[in-house]
Structures are given as structure tokens and as C-alpha cells.
């Protein structure tokens, strides 16, 4: 059985306790590899290698910083369909989404702030004919990334290339239920010349190794994405040991359909932004708001190509709907789907666990569900389910709509579908989400500020926001 290792101070080592976890190919539902079980005394050595790597990292030369990320980018896009093929089998995902978003975006990723670090630049201020003032901006550490499951190569790359970028090192922990891809990354790493202790990388548990990496007093800043409640608990541990923190939380996201949309691309687009990834992305738009005139038209047409996803083998190509992440987190969309039942709610689509024959028989797998008849306030519209489970509302007024749109605790992303122009601006200007899209849906340009408000997150990770994330500001005033 293959042993996913951890990677510290340039080297794959097994964890110091030789203990082990089992690796589930969910779409299986068996155990295929093992991940190393790492405690606090692997990320005890982890951290030392990053600090011992940091003096030289944080001072070469930007460009040559930016030719190793290059060359890491350049290794993911040769080593794709062995990526998406890990990634799939890890995470439950379409293979064929794996090699067109996940590894494709994670080599972007890596060049994006390869070449963002080159042209980084701090700000200089004239006061009068009096002073100059210069900001000087420095790598601030040893920075901590811990990432979640869904995206794993996606999201891991997209917090430790800004963070290696800017001239930090690494302690990451991807997640325990989809580590294999990370295990492939550091192979890559090695084999692109990353000096020893500039990333390391260990695997295992969040409340142990995940939990140890928060509360390590040799690391300065960290990066987190998953889950709100999980949030929580790092926001206890860090702020009080003054870590600079950056969350990227869950999402219970509107997807507002005006009546004068362009109907196709609203749909069409629409399918997309429900049951992509089997609807494990934060950014997935849960909560469709259609306004009455359409209501009816958009439903019936929206169910109907929901019902026509094909839920299946995610090593198959023309898979659109692969399996749930883990057995949990299968349970836990089929409650929601109960519980929405027992709020009222009316099932259009879907609603049940899908029972696969063959080499899947065991796996998880959930139909693309819709379900309409709920108020705003029930659970099922306020708490995040994270699956292939969307609802479906009307409203009248454009006011009503925005009210809608902010009546839950997350402000993570919305999408707004219009082609009038003003309504657009006005509407957007008026959602408490950190990204909205207009007659669009995960159109990305990472340069952009990316984040949540409200229990989405705090802080900004893409472009500058996340360079200036991993550095610290100081400010010299010169008098002339
Ligand atoms: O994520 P967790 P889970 C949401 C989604 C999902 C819920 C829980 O609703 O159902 O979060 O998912 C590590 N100290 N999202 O439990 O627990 C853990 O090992 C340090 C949205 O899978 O947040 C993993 O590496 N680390 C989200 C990472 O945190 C800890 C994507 C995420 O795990 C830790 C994923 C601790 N105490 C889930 N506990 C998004 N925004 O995309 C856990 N971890």
C-alpha cells in the first residue's frame, strides 16, 4: 500500500510516531493508500527546517525565487494527467475536471506569483520639501498553510506560491482526505531544485498536526481555507499568540436570476455553478433567487437538465458528477436533504444516495437535487451543505431580491444574472459578498482581491493582497 509521506527540509520522511492513516478512494468507498499521522514533533522539525531555510530564501534574488516557481509550474503541466488522474481518485472529482480546473489552475497558480514577485513593489512618499517616507515590505517568516479537500491541488498552490513568492518559508498541511496530490507537489518541488526547509510539507489530522501548526510560536502568519467552525477555532488559537491570519470560510452563495437575463446562459451557467465538483465548492451558488415572471420557466428547465447530469465513475469522461469527498460528508448532505423535508421543502430533483454497480458499488454518490417551497430563514437556506443540493425561490422586487441575497451569515460570493447595465452596478453595489460575478460564474483573474465577508472569512488572499499577506510593512521617514 503506498505511504504518503511527509516532505521536511528537502527530504520524503515517514512521521517520527511510524503511525498511519487509512486514505479512502471515496468513489470506492476502500482504502488505497496510507497518510503519514504526523504530531506536534513533525511539525516541531518542519518548522525548524523553515526557519533554517528563511535567512537565504528571503534574501536571493527575486528572479531567482520566481525561476523555481516557474520551473514547479512547468513540472505540474508536464505531469498533468498523472495529477488529475491522483487528484480524481483522491478527492472523488471527473478526472476530466481535475485536467481542465484543478491542475491547470494550479500550475497557474505557481506561475501567476512567480512573476507577480518580480514586479512587486512597496510605495515612497514625498512629505513636502520636508521628509521622505519610504515603506519597506520583508518576507515575515515562517508562514503556515493549511488547506481543505475539495480543491486540494488548486487551493494548497494557492496559498503557498504567494507565500514561497514573497519570500517566506513554508510549514502546509493539505488535508487529511485528499493528500495525494501534495505528496506528488513535493516530488515536484525536489525535483525543481527548492532548496531544503523552503517548504515543507506534513500530512495528517487537523485537531493534531493541523492544530500544532496554528499553535507554533516560530510561525508568523496563517493561511487558512475550510470551514467556518473550523475557522473559529484557529481565530482562538492565533489571535491571542498575534499571528497574522487570513480565512477563507464556507459560503451559502445567491445565484439571482433577473427576468430579463439571457435565459440560456442563465441555465445553462446556472447547472454549472449548482453541481460542479458535485457542488463542493465554496464558491457554488446554493440559494437561486428567480424573480416570479420567470420563476416557472427557469425551474422547469433548470430541473430538467439537473435530472440529465450524468452521476457516475469520475474516472469515465463523460462523468459530470463524480462522488462526495468522504462517507461523513456524504451523511452529511443526505441529512440536510431530510432536513429540508422536514422544513417543508418540496424535492424537484434528485434527493437521494445513488447506489453505483461495478468498480463504484461501494462509493458515495448523490443525485443533483432541487429543492423549492422553503423560506429564507430555515436551515436549509442559512447553514452551508457543501453537495449537489441547491434551492430555488422567487421574488418580486429587486429589493427583495438584495434582502434575500445578504439574509445569511456568509458573504463569500454572489452571482447576478441581467442584462441591464445599471441594475447590474446598483444590485452589486449593494450585496454583502467579498466576489460577485455578473452573467458569469468563477471567472477568475487572480490578480483580483479574493475573499469573504461576514463568517466567509477575513482577509484577502489573489494578487498584491496576498504578496503583502506574507510581508510585513515598516515605514522610514527621513527628515531632509
Ligand atoms: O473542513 P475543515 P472539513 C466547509 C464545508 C465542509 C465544512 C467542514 O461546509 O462541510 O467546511 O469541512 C484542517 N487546526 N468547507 O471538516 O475541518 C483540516 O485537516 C488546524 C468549505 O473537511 O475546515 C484540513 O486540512 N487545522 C471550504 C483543513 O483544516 C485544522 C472547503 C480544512 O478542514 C483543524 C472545505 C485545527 N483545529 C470545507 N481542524 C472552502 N471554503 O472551500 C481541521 N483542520
Avoid at 429540508?340 to 468498480?359: F, P, T
Avoid at 461576514?454 to 510581508?471: I, N, Y
Wanted: hydrophobic share 40%; aromatic share 8%; glycine share 8%.
Amino acid at each position: 500500500m503506498q505511504k504518503i509521506l511527509n516532505y521536511i527540509n528537502g527530504e520524503l520522511v515517514a512521521p517520527l510516531s511510524g503511525q498511519y492513516i487509512d486514505n479512502i478512494n471515496p468513489a470506492e468507498g476502500k482504502v488505497y493508500s496510507l497518510i503519514a499521522d504526523s504530531d506536534s514533533l513533525d511539525v516541531a522539525n518542519a518548522v525548524a527546517a523553515a526557519t533554517q531555510a528563511f535567512p537565504e530564501w528571503s534574501t536571493i534574488k527575486v528572479e531567482k525565487r520566481s525561476e523555481i516557481l516557474h520551473r514547479i509550474s512547468e513540472l505540474i503541466n508536464r505531469d498533468l494527467d498523472k495529477l488529475a488522474l491522483a487528484e480524481s481518485i483522491d478527492q472523488g472529482k471527473p478526472v476530466k475536471l481535475a485536467r481542465v480546473v484543478d491542475i491547470p489552475r494550479a500550475a497557474a497558480n505557481m506561475s501567476f506569483f512567480a512573476s507577480a514577485a518580480i514586479h512587486f513593489a512597496s510605495e515612497a512618499h514625498i512629505t513636502d520639501v520636508e521628509a521622505v517616507n519610504y515603506t519597506i515590505r520583508n518576507p515575515i517568516g515562517v508562514a503556515g498553510c493549511i488547506s481543505p479537500w475539495n480543491l486540494p491541488l488548486y487551493l494548497f498552490t494557492w496559498k503557498i506560491a504567494p507565500a514561497l513568492a514573497a519570500g517566506c518559508t513554508v510549514v502546509a498541511k493539505p488535508s487529511e482526505l485528499t493528500p495525494m496530490t501534495a505528496f506528488l507537489f513535493s516530488q515536484l518541488c525536489m525535483e525543481a531544485g527548492l532548496p531544503k526547509g523552503v517548504l515543507n510539507i506534513v500530512h495528517g489530522l487537523g485537531p493534531k498536526a493541523g492544530q500544532a501548526i496554528i499553535e507554533h510560536p516560530d510561525i508568523a502568519a496563517i493561511s487558512f481555507t475550510g470551514g467556518t467552525v473550523t475557522g473559529k477555532k484557529i481565530a482562538a488559537t492565533a489571535a491571542p499568540m498575534f499571528k497574522k491570519l487570513s480565512l477563507e470560510l464556507g459560503g451559502k452563495n445567491p445565484n439571482i436570476i433577473f427576468a430579463d437575463c439571457d435565459f440560456e446562459q442563465a441555465v445553462n451557467t446556472s447547472i454549472h455553478s449548482s453541481f460542479s465538483n458535485q457542488g463542493e465548492i465554496c464558491l457554488c451558488g446554493s440559494r437561486i433567487l428567480v424573480e416570479r415572471s420567470l420563476y416557472e420557466k427557469f425551474t422547469d428547465e433548470f430541473v430538467k437538465r439537473a435530472n440529465a447530469l450524468i452521476v457516475g465513475d469520475p474516472l469515465e469522461e463523460n462523468t459530470k458528477v463524480g462522488a462526495m469527498n468522504s462517507e461523513a460528508h456524504m451523511n452529511k448532505v443526505l441529512s440536510y436533504i431530510e432536513l429540508a423535508k422536514s422544513e417543508g421543502g418540496k424535492i424537484l430533483a434528485g434527493g437521494n444516495r445513488i447506489k453505483m454497480e461495478g468498480r463504484c458499488k461501494d462509493g458515495y454518490f448523490i443525485e443533483p437535487t432541487v429543492i423549492t417551497g422553503l423560506n429564507s430563514t430555515c436551515r436549509t437556506n442559512q447553514e452551508e451543505i457543501f453537495g449537489p443540493v441547491v434551492t430555488i425561490m422567487p421574488f418580486d422586487k429587486e429589493e427583495e431580491a438584495i434582502a434575500l441575497a445578504n439574509s445569511t451569515a456568509y458573504g463569500l460570493s454572489a452571482t447576478l444574472w441581467t442584462e441591464n447595465l445599471k441594475r447590474a452596478h446598483r444590485v452589486s453595489a449593494q450585496l454583502k459578498s467579498g466576489i460577485i460575478w455578473v452573467n458569469c460564474w468563477l471567472f477568475r483573474d487572480l490578480r483580483t482581491p479574493f475573499g469573504g465577508m461576514k463568517q466567509s472569512g477575513v482577509g484577502r488572499e489573489g494578487g498584491w493582497e496576498a504578496l503583502r499577506f506574507f510581508t510585513e510593512a515598516k515605514n522610514v521617514c527621513v527628515k531632509l
